[in-house]
């Protein structure tokens, strides 16, 4: 049946059964529709738009669709569809709008002026076998839309399928079955909203080039840790972007310097990378990035290795160079190449230097979301070592500049504040190898479509508590508390090495270790305590209890420095003051969290004496006391200084005892005004014991 008009379907259904309805003029649809089917053809020519086609629920299906819309005539899916025949766009547009269609079979006559359309939310699927008959093209009209979609999938066994022209995926890429030749024709999209992905496939399923976007949200001008998803990318990529600096002469603001860096007054380095071999903790090591001459296009990101990059903002404004503006807005990377695939090699290396040596700084190598849990988990047995891994701890620590210090997860205990141990697409992290001869082989089987979820959630985990440390909107941190059968109150391998930041708050272990994830025993003692460390700048800060473990138990914080004790709960805030000028307000000694079997009484600290981990417990006597006291210490040979402070925190008095014979050491306080005072004891060995004492 051929219709050049109007089709009006009053009541219908019109049902095409094994014919084919060819309609060259628009429809007007009544409380009936067309009823299609696996036999069914569908044919829409004529001129100028068409409008809606609309198919009865439960029959949107076609044997062949056609359209033949000259005039740039558009129709609009108004429903999934699946063809299992042949597809032919020949002329105009087929808008998909927020729906998926499904060719199943073969395709026809595509090119620049038979199109697929989106509304920047539909899906394409192709399946079935043998030869597609043609490339795929998008409505370029409105670039950013029209061919902007949600989702593309092809399984299509031995077959390449080939993009004439621009498609930009803000979803997922499944490649199933066949082969996508993108032309360089296909685009990541990254924003606010998500990033585009390339699920996991396998064999050759992807040739041409990509162009991977990254999108940096507008934070704070603070460093990032970024890795490449392509092969094939460059400084230069990134310089197209953002600004980027480093040695070389010349510091004419808007020029360039003799190695290709934007000159700045002291070119100074804006990207680097991390060296392992360098002996010490993990904040030594950094390299700046440079290729010693005056083009960066020969400078390229290597594959699995993380990079942090200062991020200034766009290039919108040579102000940014000279720091005169201080804020960084909102800024999307783009880096053009062909697709990581199949196993990569990591870089990783253990240079045996010291025990605390072996951090690498790493990368996500693929245009995907990864899961370092499941990959990490996959033939583990206790140890470091696991079915794509060797001598690997099971700890992903991941920068954050929102709160301008580390987040990080621990696989083999499952604490931490990246949730679930997702590293984002472009996310570089560091990693510390266990031992000699480090090997670890990313799979493409642990990408996820699982996105990396907000840092602090409100749903309570029922074994874990949380503590922020907030400064600041931008300065904060996270202590991790999980109490776990057969661990211990030493560093192990189900603990998070702490490593600062900004602010910071960590636990010691007995073995004084500073910890950001503290996994220990939940002991069956009344009293139980864990100290804690924290540091910042002068000002105020507070601690933020996101949740805390149902295991019958009543947690309290106690504050040293205030002699105070204040029960817990989720949701609760403690503000306080910290001095960096007053020792005693911040460090090892103010704060620990005490856990107990019934209720304690709040208030003042009296009680609770537990000796801190690794240190001695100090006696002081006479206290109250005046003239001569006497303090002793089972490390007293150990003790390096002696000093006096004030509740306000003035130092009153330092002594550096030299004689510790008698066994005991002997201060003269007479000239010290009547008062309470805190008295630190100093170690030799950078230890620091705290005691409470009052002079009459």
Do not use: C
């Given at each position: 049946l051929n219709i050049d008009g109007i089709l009006n379907t009053g009541s219908g259904p019109l049902v095409v059964n094994a014919q084919t309805l060819t309609l060259n003029g628009t429809v007007t649809y009544g409380t009936g529709a067309i009823t299609g089917g696996a036999t069914s053809n569908l044919s829409i020519g004529g001129t100028g738009n068409f409008g809606t086609l609309t198919l009865t629920s439960g029959a949107q299906t076609l044997n062949n669709f056609t359209v033949?819309?000259?005039?740039?005539?558009?129709?609009t899916l108004g429903h999934s569809l699946a063809v299992s025949g042949v597809t032919t766009i020949s002329n105009g547009t087929l808008s998909i709008g927020s729906n998926t269609l499904t060719i199943n079979g073969t395709l026809s006559g595509m090119s620049a002026s038979g199109t697929f359309s989106s509304n920047g939310s539909s899906s394409l699927i192709v399946n079935g076998s043998g030869a597609l008959g043609s490339s795929l093209f998008f409505d370029p009209s409105g670039s950013g839309t029209t061919n902007r979609f949600a989702s593309f999938t092809y399984n299509r066994s031995a077959q390449t399928i080939t993009l004439g022209n621009a498609l930009q995926i803000t979803g997922t890429v499944t490649p199933t079955a066949g082969t996508l030749a993108t032309g360089g024709n296909l685009t990541l999209i990254s924003n606010a909203s998500g990033t585009?992905?390339?699920?996991?496939?396998?064999?050759?399923?992807?040739?041409?080039?990509?162009?991977?976007?990254?999108?940096?949200?507008?934070?704070?001008r603070s460093w990032r840790f970024l890795s490449s998803p392509i092969s094939n990318g460059t400084l230069e990529d990134w310089r197209g972007e953002i600004y980027l600096t480093g040695p070389g002469t010349g510091n004419t603001i808007g020029a360039l310097n003799s190695n290709g860096f934007d000159a700045t007054q002291n070119n100074k380095y804006s990207v680097y990378t991390y060296t392992e071999s360098t002996p010490g903790v993990?904040?030594?090591?950094?390299?700046?990035?440079?290729?010693?001459?005056a083009s960066l296009t020969t400078a390229p990101l290597t594959v699995g290795r993380g990079y942090r990059v200062f991020i200034r903002g766009d290039r919108s404004d040579l102000n940014r160079l000279r720091d005169l503006e201080t804020s960084q807005n909102a800024v999307t990377l783009n880096l053009t190449g062909t697709v990581n695939t199949g196993d990569i090699s990591m870089p990783v290396s253990n240079s045996g230097v010291t025990t605390n040596d072996g951090w690498c700084l790493v990368g996500n190598p693929y245009p995907s979301q990864y899961d370092w849990n499941a990959f990490w988990d996959l033939g583990n047995s206790g140890g470091v070592s696991g079915t794509n891994y060797t001598n690997i701890n099971p700890t992903v620590y991941v920068y954050s500049p929102a709160a301008n210090g580390y987040i990080s997860y621990n696989a083999s205990s499952g604490i931490g504040s990246l949730s679930g141990g997702i590293v984002a697409q472009g996310q570089a992290f560091f990693i510390q190898t266990a031992g000699a001869a480090p090997v670890m082989t990313f799979k493409e089987s642990f990408k996820t479509a699982t996105a990396p979820v907000t840092l602090f959630k409100t749903d309570e985990k029922p074994d874990e508590m949380k503590i922020t440390l907030h400064k600041d909107a931008l300065n904060f941190d996270d202590f991790m508390l999980k109490f776990i059968a057969g661990s211990v109150k030493e560093y192990d391998r189900g603990d998070i090495l702490k490593m600062n930041g900004a602010v910071n708050i960590s636990s010691y272990s007995s073995d004084k270790i500073y910890l950001t994830g503290d996994t220990r025993p939940l002991n069956d003692t009344d009293l139980d305590t864990v100290f804690l460390s924290i540091s910042a700048q002068t000002g105020d800060l507070s601690f933020n209890v996101s949740y805390l473990p149902a295991n019958n138990r009543y947690y309290y914080l106690l504050d040293s420095y205030l002699d105070t004790m204040v029960l817990l709960s989720s949701s609760f805030s403690y503000p306080f003051n910290l001095d960096k000028e007053n020792a005693a307000t911040f460090g090892d000694e103010r704060f620990r969290i005490v856990i107990s079997k019934k209720l304690l009484e709040e208030g003042g600290s009296?009680?609770?004496?537990?000796?801190?981990?690794?240190?001695?417990?100090?006696?002081?006597?006479?206290?109250?006391?005046?003239g001569l006291i006497n303090i002793t210490a089972d490390d007293k040979a150990k003790v390096h200084a002696v000093s006096f402070f004030t509740i306000?925190?003035?130092?009153?008095?330092?002594?550096?005892?030299?004689?510790?014979?008698?066994?005991?050491i002997s201060l003269d306080v007479s000239g010290i005004a009547p008062g309470i005072y805190l008295m630190q004891l100093d170690y030799a060995d950078s230890g620091k014991e705290m005691v409470k004492i009052v002079i009459e």
């Open positions: 033949n819309r000259t005039s740039s005539g558009n129709v585009g992905r390339i699920a996991t496939g396998s064999g050759t399923y992807i040739t041409g080039n990509v162009v991977a976007q990254r999108f940096i949200p507008a934070v704070s993990a904040d030594i090591g950094w390299t700046g990035v440079t290729n010693g001459s009296t009680g609770i004496k537990n000796a801190h981990p690794g240190q001695s417990h100090v006696k002081v006597w006479p206290n109250p006391g005046k306000s925190g003035k130092q009153v008095l330092v002594n550096k005892p030299d004689d510790h014979s008698s066994g005991s």
